[in-house]
């Protein structure tokens, strides 16, 4: 199924560039002394959301290993 392991890979990618870009647009809002604090919340949200995501999709991608 290599097929499907270039997707999931692709996906992860996609996703982690997401998480990274939040990142900075986090740290540039907060930055400012008047932000909008309820969109930086929705952003963290979000942000989380992706790093749950993540987190599934490399477990996926991580084979079982029988000890």
Do not use: C, Y
Request: aromatic residues 2%; charged residues 40%; glycine residues 0%.
């Amino acid at each position: 199924m290599p097929d499907e392991q270039d997707q999931l890979k692709a996906k992860l990618t996609e996703l982690e560039t997401e998480h990274r870009d939040l990142d900075d647009v986090i740290n540039a809002l907060t930055e400012k002394p008047d932000f909008d604090q309820i969109k930086v919340s929705r952003l963290k949200k979000r942000k989380l959301a992706l790093k749950d995501q993540i987190a599934s999709l490399r477990d996926r991608l991580t084979p079982d290993i029988i000890a």
